[in-house]
């Protein structure tokens, strides 16, 4: 794709088709009024030679069976908006223009292979009845643009006599010289000097001669032209250079594409990107998150104004363009505003880089903005907090601000959502009322202990997380007896219990009454348990339901024995079932795994996955967090103890070491 920065003036006498698979022209009263501002604006503030107003991207391919010797047509794939707006302005000025022609615009019966057919005529534009509207739309809003131009001038000739010689200077410089060739045939440039409109030109050279294999491209997201890459041909462009300059130049453009290309492929590393960017990412770049961090900082910093909203896709573009339409009013050359520019970049670059390299950063910074998971403008806002404090910092106090003042905040939990009889504790807070706060409290705490782990200087793996959703796993299992749960995850429960007795366990009259008292009802045959279709074990499990729920009181009297036994091995109460010392954090698809066995069985579960996991390379299995391996290979137990039960002295060191970590964000 051939890519340079051209003058208003070289479409002179030139030929464009809009394909009939193009949209169709839509813009409204305010758009046209934007660019007529826009350019007046741009006419009221040069002051010197080599100024110039850069309009948004021209996208053409060479029409080759429109095209025939001396007149070269060029399909527009994108930026058909514009370029009709500018051909109603600089008819309605009576200024030459370049020729246009709509495919949608040939009639029935037409020859779509004639230029002719479908040519727009300003003067046949301007005699449109309703009717000839009412058959095609573009007319419509075409007849549209005309008023508001027609408006425009008149209200500016009020203030401004000589407002339509003034426009005209600006779309086309008296001076302006042609040279042998078409701009798009040669890299000379006999108006570099002129202040005047300039648009950046994009001419591809699709496979077969067609211009339907490039839309497609452009519009489909495989080279889509965004933001990002406007800012590239703004900074690489080597146009607006002396002809003696252009060598050197483009050397220089090689080296900063190499070291564009180079930050794009580590902000590829998926540890990277997920400590800078906690969130979906639907952009094709990463790079366009530090475009848009320096186009942020350039706004504040020159007080920049766009005509468009953060939200809008070309709000980067638009900030980098003026910037440098500002600095060009300054007589600043533009080799010196690129190379400013790009220093932004690559400073930007580098400190995110930095956090990444430095493992505390890396696990403090990533912590902080996953726990935060604000919206985008926030987002940038936030890390430019960060990169400012950083700069203002030494390592030190910028960790122990990053801890404390940050992430601290954001887990310390809230004394006053304790009811009036609860102590406000750290080892009161329970699942359920508090479970989002222990869900940040385990976060913190997981990339705590993997931050401090040296040995293998392991780095979190916050992609996963944020991918994921996060669940908070009963260590020691709960209690399946509320009435909702529906009856076939109740036999699944009783299954579960079942192989996690033990022959010395069924000594124990009372246990072994509650599970042959609840054999006939919650055991299930192959067929029941796999949700088989067959009429019988439709009708068997239906039987079974109907006899649970018909004596329901009865056998959740059986599962609390089973439960209370359980409960009584591995010393747990009610409360501390649901208390934080028995909570793990895992994704929520791994807690539906684990299921409700004792803690060997969910270990050997954990270890399936995880090796799953790493096999497949992240693609199956899931990744088990470092603290919630620490739990359940019971490396808080002071000794050799019973491997299949948390137990007391597991939960009070646990919960001793949550609290450590946890004051030392806090306090």
């Known amino acids: 794709m051939k890519l340079k920065l051209a003058h208003l003036g070289d479409l002179m006498g030139m030929y464009f088709n809009i394909p009939y698979y193009q949209r169709g022209y839509r813009w409204e009263a305010k758009q046209v009024l934007d660019l007529l501002d826009d350019l007046f604006e741009f006419q009221q503030s040069v002051s010197n030679k080599g100024q110039f107003y850069c309009l948004q991207p021209l996208v053409a391919c060479r029409n080759r069976s429109l095209s025939q010797e001396g007149r070269a047509v060029f399909d527009v794939i994108d930026g058909q908006q514009r370029l009709t707006t500018l051909f109603l302005l600089m008819e309605h000025l009576g200024m030459p223009a370049f020729e246009l022609r709509y495919e949608r615009a040939v ?21 449109l009845s309703d009717a000839d ?26 203030n401004y006599p000589r407002i339509r010689r003034m426009m005209e200077d600006v779309l086309l410089r008296p001076d302006y010289l042609n040279g042998d060739l078409p701009f798009y045939e040669t890299d000379e440039d006999l108006n570099g000097s002129q202040a005047d409109v300039r648009f950046i030109w994009y001419e591809d050279e699709p496979a077969g001669g067609s211009s339907i294999d490039t839309f497609k491209r452009l519009n489909y997201g495989k080279t889509p032209l965004t933001a990002t890459e406007l800012i590239k041909a703004l900074l690489f462009q080597c146009d607006v ?44 770049s990463r790079i366009d998150l530090v475009l848009s961090f320096v186009a942020r900082e350039l706004k504040e910093r ?30 600043r050359p533009y080799e010196e505003v690129v190379k400013e520019l790009w220093a932004d970049v690559q400073d930007t670059y580098a400190v995110f880089r930095s956090w990444f390299e430095d493992r505390t950063l890396y696990h403090l910074t990533g912590l902080y903005l996953t726990l935060l998971h604000q919206n985008l403008k926030e987002h940038l806002q936030t890390l430019r907090t960060l ?17 404390k003042e940050k992430i601290g905040a954001l887990i310390r939990f809230d004394e006053h959502k304790f009811d009036e009889s609860e102590e406000a504790s750290f080892e009161n807070l329970y699942y359920g009322k508090f479970s989002n706060e222990i869900g940040r409290i385990l976060l913190a705490y997981n990339v705590d202990v993997t931050m401090k782990n040296g040995q293998d200087r392991a780095y979190f793996p916050f992609m996963f997380y944020q991918a994921t959703t996060p669940s908070l796993e009963h260590i020691h299992p709960q209690h399946l007896q509320d009435a909702d749960i529906d009856f076939v995850t109740r036999c699944q429960w009783y299954k579960d219990k079942c192989a996690e007795l033990s022959k010395e366990d069924l000594e124990d009259e009372e246990l072994r009454a509650a599970v042959d008292g609840l054999r006939d009802v919650l055991h299930l045959t192959a067929d029941e348990e796999s949700g088989s279709k067959s009429d019988e074990a439709k009708k068997s499990l239906k039987e079974k339901e109907e006899q649970y729920r018909a004596n329901e009181y009865e056998y959740r009297q059986l599962l609390k024995v089973i439960d209370r036994h359980f409960d009584e091995l591995a010393g747990i109460d009610e409360k501390e079932l649901h208390s934080i010392s028995n909570l793990a954090l895992v994704d929520n698809l791994t807690n539906i795994r684990l299921g409700n066995g004792l803690l060997h069985t969910k270990r050997a579960i954990l270890q399936r996955i995880s090796d799953e996991y790493d096999r497949s390379k992240g693609e199956q299995g899931a990744c088990v967090y470092k603290g919630t391996w620490k739990v359940f290979r019971k490396e ?6 019973d491997t299949r039960f948390w137990t007391k002295e597991d939960r009070k060191n646990y919960l001793n070491d949550l609290k450590r970590t946890y004051d030392e964000y806090t306090k």
């Open 302 to 331: 020159h007080s920049i104004e766009v005509k468009a909203s953060e939200t809008d896709k070309d709000y980067d573009y638009l900030i980098f363009n003026k910037y440098i339409e500002q600095e060009r009013q300054k007589n």
């Open 241 to 284: 250079y002396a002809p003696e300059r252009r060598a050197e130049m483009k050397q220089v453009a090689f080296r900063m594409s190499t070291e564009w290309d180079a930050m794009e492929k580590a902000l590829q590393d998926d540890f990277v990107w997920s400590m800078l960017f906690p969130q979906k990412y639907e952009k094709p």
């Open 636 to 641: 808080y137990a002071p000794k050799a103890t």
């Open 387 to 403: 990169v400012a404090e950083f700069k203002d910092r030494n390592r030190q106090g910028y960790i122990n601000w990053l801890k």
């Open 107 to 127: 009639g029935k019966g037409e020859d779509l292979r004639v230029w002719e057919n479908g040519r727009l005529d300003y003067e046949g534009l301007k005699q």
């Open 133 to 158: 509207m009412a058959g095609n739309p573009d007319y419509f809003y075409m007849k549209q643009a005309m008023a508001c131009i027609e408006g425009w001038f008149l209200e500016k000739e009020k």
